[in-house]
């Protein structure tokens, strides 16, 4: 699946839902708002890292393309800051 333009296309167009798609998981993508653009698809992982809580973790546990993503994001992160790995993240869970 390729990205379709941009968030503000997205937004304009009315295909920027935030919600959780399981059919959008098995192609990699959180949600509809992460197919725009490939920034909306790692600022939709970021938001999952951040704040996604167990149905974040569930998906990607559950769709090898999304822990593919989940981890090179993770990667990124610990490169600003080196205790920013996966449990780390994990963590925010269980808060």
Not at 15 to 23: F, L
Not at 42 to 66: I, K, T
Not at 69 to 92: G, W
């Amino acid at each position: 699946m390729a990205y379709r333009s941009s968030g503000a296309e997205a937004v304009a167009s009315g295909r920027a839902s935030t919600r959780y798609s399981a059919d959008l998981h098995e192609k990699g993508f959180l949600a509809e708002y992460a197919t725009a653009s490939l920034e909306e698809d790692f600022n939709m992982m970021a938001e999952g890292l951040f704040a996604g809580g167990p149905r974040f973790w569930q998906a990607v546990d559950s769709h090898p393309r999304l822990a593919r993503k989940m981890r090179l994001a993770v990667q990124f992160y610990q490169r600003l800051e080196p205790s920013m790995s996966e449990a780390h993240f994990r963590r925010f869970t269980s808060q």
